[in-house]
């Protein structure tokens, strides 16, 4: 029997903005290229946005990373907008 030996966060541990925001520039990206289909491209934003959501939500998070969680949430939602057309 082989063991689990990958790291596990911490259950508290929010993503990094740096990692939502390239998640976003490639989703982009791979659209604008043709590189990803538009269904899975929606599904992807769609799951950065209740990420994003569910962040600013926190009561617990601080004010200066609110701001930026809350800029990158308006761009997925462009992004949505766009993924639409």
């Known amino acids: 029997m082989t063991q689990d030996v990958s790291p596990k966060p911490p ?7 740096e990692q939502l925001d390239a998640a976003l520039s490639h989703v982009d990206q791979q659209m604008s290229s043709g590189g990803i289909a538009s269904g899975a491209a929606k599904g ?3 799951s950065l946005i209740e ?4 962040l600013v939500g926190d009561p617990d998070l601080p004010e200066h990373a609110r701001s930026g969680y809350e ?15």
């Open 51 to 54: 990420t994003l959501g569910a």
């Open 11 to 17: 259950s508290d541990d929010r993503p990094e903005i």
């Open 44 to 46: 992807i934003v769609y």
């Open 71 to 85: 800029g990158l949430l308006e761009a997925a939602r462009e992004l949505r907008a766009k993924l639409e057309r």
